[in-house]
Nanobody
Framework: VQLVESGGGLVQAGGSLRLSCAVSGRAFSVYHMGWFRQAPGKEREFVAAISGRASSTYYADSVKGRFTISRDNAKNTVYLQMNSLKPEDTAVYYC????????????????WGRGTLVTVSS
């Protein structure tokens, strides 16, 4: 299973970005998917999660109401729509896949992408 993130970049505070994560390999709908991020000098943290059939989602408190996770199982892709971005959202964003555990456990994800950098200027 390979995960490839895209859509990162530089945006002004208050702006929006949509990240994508394309997944290849085994049947995509088997996996629960998550977005995580790591800011410079900080530990990787959870951002958002979506279950395999997209029946359930949950978010970190810091992004609730601003970010939306979604998935298209026909396209083997998971998305993270990020609105009202803040400078503190600056980080490398990673998507990850988990075959069974729900809710997601950051240290137990099965597969990780390499990340995409999001920089929010003030």
């Amino acid at each position: 299973v390979q995960l490839v993130e895209s859509g990162g970049g530089l945006v002004q505070a208050g702006g929006s970005l949509r990240l994508s994560c394309a997944v290849s390999g085994r049947a995509f709908s088997v996996y629960h998917m998550g977005w995580f991020r790591q800011a410079p000098g900080k530990e990787r943290e959870f951002v958002a999660a979506i279950s395999g059939r997209a029946s359930s989602t949950y978010y970190a408190d810091s992004v609730k109401g601003r970010f939306t996770i979604s998935r298209d199982n026909a396209k083997n892709t998971v998305y993270l729509q990020m609105n009202s971005l803040k400078p503190e959202d600056t980080a490398v964003y990673y998507c990850a896949a988990e075959g069974s555990r729900w809710p997601l456990v950051i240290d137990a994800m099965d597969y990780w992408g390499r990340g995409t950098l999001v920089t929010v200027s003030s």
